[in-house]
């Protein structure tokens, strides 16, 4: 059996996302990068053994949006500064929702980190630049609100960041999607205290003020 994978893993990735503006937090299992409005993140999930299983979220946060929205998730309230408003695995973005890296062999580990590096290089540091403004992210979420989002993991937190980045992206569709999203909750059978969660975040943002 392998051990220290993630810290291995880890050591062999840091250098290029160092160079590229990150800094490791490994207390949180990530890679993070500032940015204007929030920050950028690589996330890196170890787990199993024999073989070692890692999954690879990569995400955005826009600090307004954790601001309005954390507050009616089922979040933990000390995750709040940590929170992402966007994050999918890179799976996901390959269209492949199941991908996983393993690790059954030592050799193993450099090849995942150079595959994780050819992932970025190739796709993900410009999907993190491309989702990380208040109008793309808009766009994404809020363009087709009966579809689902192949990037988010569950309904409420795609409906609760969906209608908070259409209040700040000033949609004149707001009533609409706020209608659809709480359709959407109620056909997913949200349990009450939730929905009731989005109802108060959907007043609370017809009364917001950016000011």
Do not use: W
Not at 176 to 190: D, E, G, H, M
């Amino acid at each position: 059996m392998i051990t220290g994978v993630e810290k291995q893993l880890t050591d062999r990735l840091q250098p290029y996302f160092e160079e590229e503006g990150f800094k490791a937090i490994k207390h949180l299992h990530q890679f993070r990068r500032p940015t204007r409005n929030g920050f950028q993140n690589v996330i890196l999930s170890v787990s199993g053994r024999d073989p070692v299983v890692i999954e690879v979220n990569i995400g955005t946060r826009i600090d307004l949006v954790e601001k309005l929205a954390y507050q009616f998730t089922t979040g933990l309230q000390g995750y709040q500064e940590d929170s992402n408003t966007l994050v999918t695995s890179i799976g996901r973005i390959l269209d492949q929702p199941y991908f996983r890296f393993q690790v059954s062999q030592p050799e193993d580990i450099q090849q995942t980190a150079d595959r994780i590096i050819g992932f970025m290089k190739e796709t993900g540091l410009e999907f993190l630049q491309q989702y990380s403004k208040i109008r793309e992210l808009d766009t994404l979420f809020n363009d087709k609100p009966r579809q689902k989002l192949p990037y988010a993991y569950n309904h409420l937190n795609r409906c609760l960041r969906g209608i908070v980045l259409a209040r700040l992206a000033e949609r004149k569709d707001f009533p609409a999607l706020a209608a659809t999203y709480r359709a959407t909750l109620v056909k997913s059978s949200t349990a009450p205290p939730l929905l009731e969660r989005y109802d108060k975040l959907v007043s609370h943002l017809k009364i917001f003020s950016f000011n």
